[in-house]
């Protein structure tokens, strides 16, 4: 048992209201240190961090729920958050204690098998920033305190046992246009974080703080500066506001100790504003923990003018070509083409890469490189309108993609069939204002097309789909979970229904409507021997606005979707 002389001040950090039992004092007292073997090898009922392993995949190897039985899922408690909008962060779980958060940046700790409330922090915001998106990712957990960054740019530490402030720093300044909204990352006693605010003329980075002190250990620019490799990709000063925030968290690799972070749009949108490759926007970008130097990048698109942000880490997967094994890193890209990508001590290499919806811009990619040629009628232009596909939210937009080694496949959250139509506009840079120089004219679907949302289940050894649902006349923003046990759990759709699919077939096995619409990302987790999935639903922000062009685009009446958040957990009737 953990010395634990302060379980007083964990009582006081209670909720007002909240019910208090044994077992949640018991579960404060003994709160297990979350140590860097765990976080490499996570036992198989805790879900340590926001894809639960290091190598992204959104994969539980729980299998007590399954294809034969998931039919008789049921909810078994649910917390209401008490916020509206969009609530993305999965329910992160620490041997029987829960972590989410919420918009506005508020932390709650939860009895993960009654749902007691065990202590909440709210972070007060600042009276003169201008919110960009309001949502929190999640948290990390690393020794015995909880990390998340928030929306005014700072990290907090809190103990995991109490909920109490342990330490906060300002990664930057929030009337710079800057912003956080992905979890961290905990590796080797680092806390390593990036930035939102592509769209307000920032210049994205990725930092590293000490776990103890809050302490900076290294930073580094996804804009590379003066005397930096790919300077000369930007022209004159731009590269001060050239974007390439990452949004979402990244991925590790221990054996190389690098991690990948997905980078995204440059600014201005429009790349007639900034002619050049603009490195390293829309990218995948290694980083070595140790020190913070990049290691590697691969440029998914140059001189990006769609908005197609490549914030998605790419998912550490080894798949084989021609007869050996690579080890991969798989990224749906938001530009519409499924890209296989090989990691290395010395950089990273390009496999293979083809289109997973309908696309219009590529005209061909270079074999060696993966460098995209563009048909550039396709790409807009200062005062010239250009109509692409897939349209700017992408193909896939933020909502994290799955592997699962029992089936072999890759899951991905997809949007077909749409088109945007935009043309650039002169902009001037303003500090900490929009800075992103667009007239956005229409969305469109390709002719003929009777569905939007999609998840497709693909070989990445064969490069073949294997099978594809269809949500008709809604977009799908579910970010996905696999298990042990041959399912795919995910919501993102506006009919608020949460599914079970089979992994193997594509069959819905079971659905639950649940009380507003799941952008949240699921998780799974086993308390006392008994598998849970978790979610927390909560709609808005893009997906909101998504579905309203969708509605518009068939015809449709506005979908009403009602707000509120709440964490809600399912199990199997006990016998």
């Known amino acids: 048992m953990n010395d634990r002389s302060g379980l007083s001040i964990a009582l006081g950090a209670l909720l007002l209201g909240s019910v208090w039992t044994q077992a949640a004092a018991q579960l404060v007292a003994d709160y297990s240190p979350v140590t860097d073997e765990r976080l490499r090898n996570p036992e198989p009922e805790n879900w340590l961090m926001f894809r639960r392993t290091y190598d992204g ?30 609530h993305q962060a999965p329910p992160v779980v620490n041997d029987g204690v829960m972590f989410v958060t919420t918009p506005l940046n508020s932390v709650l700790a939860l009895d993960a098998a009654t749902g007691d409330t065990l202590w909440q922090y709210r972070r007060q915001m600042p009276f003169d920033i201008r919110l960009g998106h309001p949502t929190n990712r999640g948290v990390a957990l690393y020794g015995d305190k909880v990390y998340m960054s928030t929306s005014d740019t700072n990290v907090v530490a809190l103990d995991a046992a109490t909920g109490e402030l342990v330490w906060e720093v300002v990664v930057e300044d929030y009337n ?20 939102s605010g ?24 996804t804009i590379p500066g003066p005397g930096e490799f790919g300077n000369d990709t930007w022209p004159e000063d731009t590269w001060q506001t050239g974007g390439a925030p990452t949004w979402v968290t990244g991925t590790y690799d221990p054996d190389l100790n690098q991690t990948y972070w ?30 913070g130097e990049i290691t590697g990048y691969h440029q998914y698109h140059w001189n990006g003018s769609w908005d197609w942000d490549e914030v998605s880490a790419p998912v550490l997967i080894d798949i084989t070509r021609d007869g050996r094994t690579v080890p991969g890193l798989v990224h749906a890209g938001r530009n519409g083409y499924l890209w296989l990508l090989e990691r290395r001590a010395d950089g990273i290499g390009f496999v293979d890469a083809e289109p997973y919806v309908n696309h ?54 997809a949007n077909d069939n749409l088109c945007t139509t935009m043309a650039g506009e002169e902009v001037e840079y303003r500090r900490g204002q929009q800075f992103v120089g667009t007239d956005i004219r229409e969305t469109s679907l390709v002719e003929g097309a009777d569905h939007v949302g999609e998840l497709q289940a693909w070989n990445l050894d064969t490069g073949e789909r294997v099978w594809m ?6 977009s799908n923003w579910g970010p996905i979970l696999t298990t042990a046990g041959g399912l795919v759990f995910l919501g993102g759709t506006a009919d608020r229904y949460f599914r079970a699919f089979d992994g193997e077939t594509g069959e819905i096995l079971w659905q639950a409507r649940l009380n507003s619409g799941i952008t949240g990302v699921p998780s799974s987790f086993a308390v006392d021997g008994v598998q849970h999935i978790a979610v927390q639903s909560g709609w808005g922000v893009d997906a909101a606005g998504s579905q309203r062009r969708v509605d518009g685009l068939f015809g449709n009446p506005e979908t009403i979707v009602p707000q509120g958040g709440v964490v809600w957990v399912f199990a199997l009737p006990r016998n």
């Open 176 to 195: 710079g246009g800057y912003y956080m909204t992905g979890a961290p990352l905990a590796v080797n006693g680092r806390i390593m974080v990036g930035v």
């Open 469 to 474: 649902h269809e949500f008709g006349e809604y």
């Open 262 to 291: 997905g980078t995204g749009n440059p600014g201005p949108w429009i790349g007639d504003a900034r002619p050049g490759d603009n490195l390293y926007t829309n990218s995948v970008v290694a980083f070595d923990v140790g020190g």
């Open 57 to 86: 995949w959104g994969y539980s190897p729980l299998d007590r729920i399954n294809t034969d039985n998931v039919a008789g899922l049921e909810p078994v408690w649910t917390v209401s958050t008490g916020m509206t909008e969009g």
């Open 360 to 413: 219009n811009v590529f005209t061909r990619l270079d074999p060696e490189t993966g460098r995209p040629e563009y048909d550039m009628e396709r790409k807009p232009g200062l005062d010239k309108p250009a109509t692409f596909c897939p349209s700017l939210h992408g193909g896939k937009n933020w909502p994290p993609a799955a592997y699962n080694p029992v089936t072999g496949l890759f899951y991905i959250p």
């Open 198 to 221: 592509g769209e307000r003329g920032i210049r994205g980075f990725v930092a590293a703080l000490d776990s103890e002190t809050g302490e900076e250990t290294w930073k580094s620019y």
